[in-house]
């Protein structure tokens, strides 16, 4: 069936440092992915998206990369800030590309 | 920038009472709205696919007949919890597109959380 997993569940690291969050993902046909943060109790925001026929996009301190080789996701943050900190989830589209299908999430704390 | 309101934002009922939840395209026309139920530490499970004057379409394990689902205007669809349990507890979250999922906005609402008991 569809899913879209993530490798790890949580990720520490220290203001400023560069953060990398994967995902793996398993519809090869998906064509749009999507990387969400998610506060507690609140919906998911956006970060970035990007194409499947892209294979790197960025943002301001986010770059998103995709390797369809390996059906893998990465969202890359820069300088990280306590205020990132959150969980991130990547979602890809359905097999029928209308819907957002999303992993499992990854918690990201980071401490000053 | 596309909002999307959700409301009520937290509601607690008793089991076996119905609840509904709504959820407005405040600036723009949503063609198609989406419903997801999250657990605590879980990801956002899709539930249903709603486009404005046609039936939702369920996912697979979803009860048509208990999370009832319309969407009568291009800015209204409502999720109804009919005989709410303890386990429908959750946090409810919909969402809307006013065209082809990836050429258009994707926007959240803020999410409802139910409790049943």
């Known amino acids: 069936g569809e899913s879209v997993g993530l490798h790890l569940p949580t990720l520490s690291v220290q203001e400023g440092d560069n953060s990398i969050i994967n995902c793996a993902y398993s519809n090869s046909a998906s064509d749009y992915f999507i990387w969400y943060k998610q506060e507690s109790g609140k919906g998911p925001q956006f970060i970035i998206d990007?194409?499947?026929?892209?294979d790197k996009r960025q943002g301001q301190r986010v770059t998103v990369l995709l390797n369809k080789t390996v059906k893998h996701l990465s969202l890359q943050i820069a300088a990280t800030q306590p205020g990132d900190s959150a969980v991130y989830f990547c979602?890809?589209?359905?097999?029928?590309?209308?819907?957002?299908?999303f992993g499992k999430g990854t918690t990201l704390s980071v401490s000053s | 920038g596309a909002v999307v309101s959700q409301h009520p934002s937290w509601v607690i009922c008793k089991s076996g009472t119905s609840v509904k939840i709504e959820c407005r395209s405040l600036d723009f026309q949503a063609t198609t709205m989406f419903w997801y139920r999250q657990f605590p530490k879980q990801s956002l499970m899709l539930m249903a696919t709603s486009n404005e004057g046609s039936k939702a379409t369920y996912e697979q394990g979803v009860e048509k007949d208990k999370f009832l689902i319309n969407h009568a205007s291009l800015t209204l669809s409502t999720l109804t919890v009919t005989s709410a349990h303890p386990e429908d507890s959750s946090f409810y979250i919909c969402?809307?597109?006013?065209?082809?999922?990836?050429?258009?906005?994707?926007?959240f609402g803020s999410g409802t959380r139910l409790t049943v008991v």
């Open positions: 990007i194409r499947s026929n892209m």
């Open positions: 969402s809307a597109t006013s065209g082809r999922l990836g050429n258009y906005g994707y926007t």
């Open positions: 979602a890809e589209n359905n097999q029928a590309g209308t819907a957002l299908i």
